[in-house]
């Protein structure tokens, strides 16, 4: 078989990865994010894929508006500073957004060669205007990188049509797949910003350069090792993605969301997140506002306390890959009726009806 990298020849049985799955999995991807780029198959979890984006945009002399609306963000312009890149960072609180408006007078004010943002924030419960910052983008002539690993799946990624020049994703949120391999989208114009700095790493484990997709009928200079299991239940979870159909996916993701948000009402509960139109389809956070009776250690099924910095600040209820389900998020709205020692009954009803609603 042809195969990427070369077998063992143990007596494991094991395989490697064949050219052909690996052109599966880029074709498959390609169709999810709708672009006619195969994307880079990143060996490791997306926090690497987005690390290596960093090691070769960023070099001295290059100016880049970071956008901060949670914790990945600041990673982010943490990672472009290590590699020389002179980082403007737009920040906002994080129970909130960022404004395109906010963004157009920062892209005014820096005159950056790069804009990037993290596109949906599961642990803040908030989503960026992602499809209204890269037409702004464009018309300034920016290269935009958004990491959008919590928006795949949950809402609208569409890369060409958006432009989108370096996107970042994962299937381990709302895709229902695993975490140990995951995707870089990078447009012709992207490349050519790896390809134009003399920092961008080659031989790393942080090289897109090494990972970029061979033409069809060409070979990979130094085939990558992708971890195969990996990438065999990838290809597994988006056959069951595009067999469902990614719309079905999405809306389901916005039924969780918007029946959870019907629940908390009930129980009085006031939502992290200020702006409710810009709500992440794959969390819901709640406001604990000092409540001691929501100060949990550890989660509780999908209710889960704040990470970090936003611990003793908000719940998260982690409504996405097969619990983006009116099952899961019953359970969760009972949960907190139980914490808040309320009867659950209307809150459910209440659920149950935005769910139904929806179908
Ligand atoms: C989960 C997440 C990541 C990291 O994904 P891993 O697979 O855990 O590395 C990065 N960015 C965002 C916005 C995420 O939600």
Not at 199 to 220: H, M, N, Q, T, W
Not at 302 to 308: K, L
Request: no cysteine; aromatic share 4%; charged share 20%.
């Amino acid at each position: 078989m042809d195969t990427l990298q070369s077998s063992n020849g143990g007596s494991s049985g094991f395989v490697p990865l064949s050219r052909t799955e690996y052109d599966t999995l880029t074709t498959q991807l390609a169709k999810l994010l709708h672009t006619e780029y195969p994307p880079v198959i990143v060996p490791g979890e997306a926090i690497l894929g987005i690390e290596a984006i960093a090691a070769g945009i960023a070099a001295p002399g290059r100016r880049f508006l970071n956008v901060v609306t949670g914790p990945y963000g600041t990673l982010f312009g943490e990672w472009l500073e290590r590699g020389g890149a002179d980082v403007e960072e737009l920040r906002v609180p994080f129970d909130e957004v960022v404004t395109v408006e906010a963004v157009e007078e920062a892209i005014k004010r820096t005159s950056p060669d790069a804009i990037s943002f993290v596109h949906a924030e599961v642990i803040t419960g908030g989503s960026n205007p992602a499809g209204e910052i890269l037409e702004l983008a464009r018309r300034h002539d920016l290269i935009t990188v958004s990491d959008s690993v919590s928006a795949v799946g949950g809402e609208a990624l569409r890369i060409d049509e958006w432009s989108a020049d370096l996107v970042a994703i994962g299937a381990q949120k709302a895709l229902g797949g695993p975490n140990g391999v995951s995707a870089v989208a990078v447009s012709p114009r992207g490349w050519a910003f790896i390809e134009s700095n003399a920092r961008a790493p080659r031989s790393s484990i942080l090289s897109l350069l090494d990972l970029k997709p061979p033409r069809a009928g060409e070979a990979f200079r130094v085939p990558p090792y992708i971890p195969t299991l990996e990438a065999r239940a990838l290809i597994a979870a988006l056959e069951a993605v595009e067999a469902q159909g990614l719309e079905q996916v999405i809306r389901r993701h916005e039924r969780a969301a918007e029946s959870a948000a019907a629940g908390l009402r009930v129980l009085g509960l006031e939502g992290w997140q200020r702006n409710s139109d810009r709500r992440s389809t794959l969390t819901t956070t709640v406001r604990i506002g000092g409540e001691p009776r929501l100060l949990i250690k550890q989660p509780i099924g999908i209710v889960a306390p704040g990470d970090g910095e936003l611990n003793g600040q908000l719940l998260r209820l982690n409504h996405f890959g097969a619990n983006a389900s009116q099952a899961a998020v019953e359970t969760a709205i009972s949960t907190l009726a139980g914490l808040l020692e309320l009867d659950a009954a209307q809150a459910l009803e209440a659920v149950r009806s935005v769910w139904e609603k929806r179908s």
